[in-house]
């Protein structure tokens, strides 16, 4: 981006650190930041340029956030707040806060080929049910692409919806979106439907499976040539169910009468092999390892200690290029929360530490777990005490963050499990963890601090 005003150590709106940036398009950076009223780490997508000649850049991210904030459900990226404000170098900034995610897009795991069957099929099956929740609320996506799906430690999300329309709004240009996931009626100026985002679900799905859209059109031109020649996709791999390749080429249809609603997708794919039935929240622990590099993904941001200690221009630590563990799979049962039990609060800080160290070690355990199994343990326990309303739900997501980081790169992991145990210890005196919560999770953080280290 051309002429930055903004800066590591800037604040936004009295509010908003901004720490590190971790993407960039046109003429929008996204931050990693500190909020420091909730004390949190989000992230700030926020457009420094001249507000007289960005080409409408500023309604774009006002709309987005807008449109993002009235879509409930889990899986759709969730935007806290949205503002424009004067930055420390007097230029006027529209800036949307979003939630902080830890993964890699789609885009990044399709480079290594098309996704096995159930993954695939569950990827599309949530991607549906956000497709639908959105379409309830009478908001089109029109962007869903592989690069605006993320795979996170915290399952699959539907993100950017910079481009959305109302049901019903006329199209402002013929060229919004990539061309081999836009529908055949928005190349002739077709109002917005939901009938738009299922074709783009459907190239989705087929992408997944066969590794390569059914139009693979660089350009506009291309695309229409390819849709004029009448050419109809088939889907033939090797294990997948008929009702799963029915409902994806019916997603494919270029009448979109023919189509089926996300609602009627997701059902469909939701029964499919390694999905839940119905549609819902999908989770899963089927690690797949995915090298990605964290300046080049939007919000794929590493998380070391979210204490903005020091003064906000102080040094703020590089983005370095991670392997990330990636999970999808079936939606887990529910499992009874533990009560409280009456146990005393930790304290603070061990008896006769320094002021800055870390919580006292447990006892010496039994023999270390892989890091995958001991990190799964840690994650269960946030999963289920979060559920109980235990464990805040921002304070979670720093906890997953910061494990899913420390097992796609343990260096410096003593150090760093320390500090994700002094991030427990204070968040339990702040009250945002149970203590019953803050008892269970650290001996479980030391086990998987010997894991890493054995």
Known sequence: MRDAQLREGDILA?????????????????????????????????????????GGQRDRIRREARAAARIEHPNAIGVYDYGETVTPRGRIAAYVVMQLLDGASLASRLAGGPLPCPEAVAVAATVADVLHAAHRRGVVHRDVTPENVMLTTDGVRLLDFG??????????????????????????????SGATDVYALGVLLFEMLTGAPPYPAGTWEELERALATGRRPTLTVPGLPGGVADVCLRCLETDPALRPTAAEAATILGAGPGTPAGPGRRRAWLAVPVVVAVAAVLAVLLLKDDDPAGSPGGNAAPAPTVS??????????????????????????????????????????????????????????????????????????????????????????????EDLRRNLSDRTRDHAISDAAYQELDAAVVNFGRSLTA
Do not use: C, H
Request: proline share 12%.
């Open 14 to 54: 009295r509010r908003y650190i901004l720490k590190q940036p971790v993407g960039a398009g046109g003429m929008s950076v996204v931050w990693r930041a500190w909020d420091s009223t909730l004390e949190r780490t989000v992230a700030v997508k926020v457009l420094d340029g001249p507000i007289a000649s960005d």
């Open 163 to 192: 481009i959305a329309a109302d049901i019903g709004q006329r199209e402002e240009a013929m060229t919004f979106g990539t061309p081999p996931y836009v529908a055949p009626e928005r190349l002739v100026g077709a109002p917005a």
């Open 324 to 417: 990330i563990l990636v999970s999808f799979a079936p939606a887990p049962t529910d499992r009874a929360s533990t009560g409280p039990g009456g146990t005393a609060r930790p304290p603070a800080r061990p008896s006769g530490a320094s002021s800055d160290g870390p919580p006292a070690s447990p006892p010496a355990g039994p023999s270390p777990q892989t890091p995958q199994a001991a990190a799964k343990a840690v994650l269960d326990i946030v999963d289920r005490r979060a559920q109980a309303g235990e464990i805040r739900s921002d304070v979670a997501l720093d906890i997953r963050n910061q494990v899913g980081n420390l097992l796609s790169d343990d260096n410096d992991a003593v150090r760093r499990i």
